[in-house]
């Protein structure tokens, strides 16, 4: 259906919004039903939409860095792999890493059990299905910010906090894993600027996490919404995917594809990232496509995060990297207000940067 047939001066975004949350069949029920054209709440105006330009335009064939881990491990190369993770993080803000110790096996298997989940019935999904309670237990929603975002995009997910029984030994192996890489990481991101490995640590980095799996159907038009607008992180990310693409980073004002590489992560740093090393590291807008692809696009994050902190503990540039010629460029700011920020309306680029910057 083109855009013009959505046009209507008696439509009711509202209540078409309330009625498909309200039914709890997500996108995946919707593509699973046959439509040929998608609701009129989930088309994107065209600012957002550059991507119906030809793909030579578009993208192109410039790809983000690659990085084996292999070398953490060995002492007279790892300033190697270090400098490898700085360069990477300082001008991308987004790389892949292989050889990072996780087994193909747990791989396949978190993939396969997130696909099972989003796969099941809409009656067993459905029991889960809610918005109530965004940051506790399990959430299994489409659009957490389904009705603070101009536009719905084409994905389900299934937030979890406690894992749900069919997916739960697949993911609490996981979840240990990709900790332990997102750990090795934050100390390399640390050396990179000099700074004490376990800063990350002490700041309390990995004790705030959360684990998302995200299923992207068939999209019957995929040239009239996206499968996750443009958005930047907050903290450290590290992201499983299939085979099917749709990632997009944005580089040199060009958005950029990210080919999926069997048995790699994709790795990208957020907006608290770039502030406390005062933009020697940088965050950057990504963004998934929607597909027409019968094959879903699934993928599972695990977002790692400062833990929780009161209106007394302040964050800002590291002290370390300070200097006269090296004035801080943000003021501090504490993890409520940076919360708020960032969670307060739908997903967006750098805002809570522009805010603190000095």
């Not at 696909?115 to 309670?133: G, Q, T």
């Not at 084409?154 to 609490?172: F, M, N, Q, Y």
């Not at 684990?211 to 443009?230: A, F, M, R």
């Given at each position: 259906?083109?855009a013009?047939?959505?046009a209507?001066s008696t439509?009711?975004?509202?209540?078409?919004l309330?009625e498909?949350d309200?039914?709890?069949?997500?996108?995946?029920?919707?593509a699973?039903s046959?439509i040929t054209s998608?609701?009129r709440?989930f088309?994107?105006?065209p600012?957002t939409?550059?991507?119906?330009?030809p793909?030579?335009?578009t993208?192109?064939?410039?790809?983000?860095?690659?990085?084996?881990?292999?070398?953490?491990?060995?002492?007279?190369?790892?300033?190697q792999l270090?400098?490898?993770i700085?360069?990477?993080?300082?001008?991308?803000?987004f790389?892949?890493?292989?050889?990072?110790?996780i087994?193909?096996?747990?791989l396949?298997?978190?993939i396969?059990a997130?696909?099972?989940?989003h796969?099941?019935?809409?009656?067993?999904?459905?029991?889960l299905?809610n918005?109530?309670?965004?940051?506790?237990?399990?959430?299994y929603?489409?659009?957490?910010?389904?009705?603070?975002?101009?536009a719905?995009?084409?994905?389900?997910?299934?937030?979890?906090?406690d894992?749900?029984?069919?997916c739960?030994?697949?993911?609490v192996a996981?979840e240990?894993?990709a900790s332990?890489?997102?750990e090795?990481?934050?100390e390399?991101?640390?050396?990179?600027?000099?700074v004490?490995?376990?800063?990350f640590?002490?700041?309390?980095?990995?004790?705030?996490?959360?684990?998302?799996?995200?299923?992207?159907?068939?999209?019957?038009?995929p040239?009239l919404?996206?499968?996750?607008?443009s958005?930047?992180?907050?903290?450290?990310?590290?992201?499983?995917?299939?085979?099917v693409?749709?990632?997009?980073?944005?580089?040199d004002?060009?958005?950029?594809?990210?080919?999926?590489?069997?048995?790699?992560?994709?790795?990208?740093?957020?907006?608290?990232?770039?502030?406390?090393?005062n933009d020697?590291?940088?965050?950057?807008?990504?963004?998934?496509?929607?597909?027409?692809?019968k094959?879903?696009?699934?993928?599972i994050?695990?977002?790692?995060n400062?833990?929780?902190h009161?209106?007394?503990d302040?964050f800002?540039?590291?002290p370390e990297?300070?200097?006269?010629n090296?004035p801080?460029?943000y003021?501090?700011?504490?993890?409520?207000e940076?919360s708020?920020?960032?969670?307060?309306?739908?997903l967006?680029?750098?805002s809570f940067?522009q805010?603190?910057?000095?």
């Amino acid at each position: 259906m083109a855009a013009a047939d959505h046009a209507n001066s008696t439509y009711d975004r509202m209540k078409e919004l309330k009625e498909f949350d309200q039914s709890k069949i997500g996108v995946k029920g919707l593509a699973d039903s046959g439509i040929t054209s998608i609701p009129r709440f989930f088309i994107h105006s065209p600012d957002t939409l550059d991507l119906k330009k030809p793909i030579s335009q578009t993208c192109t064939k410039k790809t983000i860095p690659v990085i084996d881990l292999s070398l953490f491990n060995t002492p007279n190369k790892r300033h190697q792999l270090v400098e490898q993770i700085r360069e990477a993080t300082s001008t991308w803000g987004f790389f892949q890493v292989i050889n990072h110790g996780i087994p193909i096996s747990v791989l396949d298997e978190t993939i396969n059990a997130i696909k099972a989940f989003h796969n099941e019935p809409h009656e067993v999904k459905s029991k889960l299905y809610n918005r109530e309670n965004e940051r506790n237990g399990v959430m299994y929603t489409t659009n957490n910010d389904l009705y603070r975002a101009k536009a719905a995009c084409w994905h389900d997910s299934l937030t979890e906090e406690d894992i749900p029984e069919p997916c739960r030994k697949e993911i609490v192996a996981w979840e240990l894993h990709a900790s332990k890489v997102a750990e090795a990481l934050l100390e390399l991101l640390s050396e990179g600027l000099g700074v004490e490995a376990e800063r990350f640590k002490k700041l309390g980095f990995l004790d705030g996490k959360l684990l998302v799996g995200h299923c992207y159907p068939y999209c019957p038009e995929p040239d009239l919404t996206l499968g996750i607008t443009s958005h930047t992180d907050s903290g450290l990310t590290v992201l499983l995917q299939n085979q099917v693409g749709g990632l997009q980073v944005k580089h040199d004002d060009e958005w950029i594809d990210v080919e999926p590489l069997p048995g790699a992560l994709t790795v990208n740093i957020g907006d608290f990232i770039q502030i406390i090393f005062n933009d020697n590291y940088i965050s950057v807008e990504h963004r998934v496509l929607a597909k027409a692809s019968k094959e879903p696009r699934i993928s599972i994050v695990a977002f790692f995060n400062v833990g929780y902190h009161n209106d007394s503990d302040y964050f800002g540039p590291l002290p370390e990297l300070l200097s006269p010629n090296k004035p801080a460029l943000y003021r501090k700011f504490t993890v409520p207000e940076f919360s708020e920020s960032f969670y307060s309306k739908g997903l967006d680029s750098k805002s809570f940067i522009q805010k603190v910057r000095l």
